[in-house]
């Protein structure tokens, strides 16, 4: 997982900056979800947004898109979430997981 070094963590890090080059995680990777670490290096608004001009009242579509868009958005919103709980321990089982057996 790569973070960005231009945006500063909070006070709840998921990591810290390294000695030299990299990253080093700032709790147990237990506790960290993928959800930690993209709101870390991201903000909390919502993972799709509506186009931030409004539509044409007078459009045929325009008019009822935004409430639409708005209901299928947070449907979606919060299935990414949950599947975001997943913890960085959880990925990295299941990485090291798929490397062949050795013998």
Do not use: K, N
Request: contains cysteine; aromatic residues 6%.
């Amino acid at each position: 997982m790569r973070f960005s070094s231009a945006v500063p963590l909070q006070e709840q890090a998921v990591a810290t900056g390294g000695a030299g080059a990299g990253w080093h995680l700032a709790r147990e990777p237990e506790s960290i979800t993928l959800l930690d670490a993209y709101l870390a290096v991201g903000d909390d608004e919502a993972l799709f947004a509506l186009h931030s001009s409004t539509p044409s009242g007078s459009c045929p579509i325009g008019f009822g898109i935004q409430p639409a868009l708005r209901q299928v958005f947070g449907r979606l919103d919060e299935a990414v979430r949950r599947e975001l709980a997943t913890t960085i321990a959880d990925m990295l089982r299941d990485v090291l997981a798929q490397q062949p057996a050795t013998a």
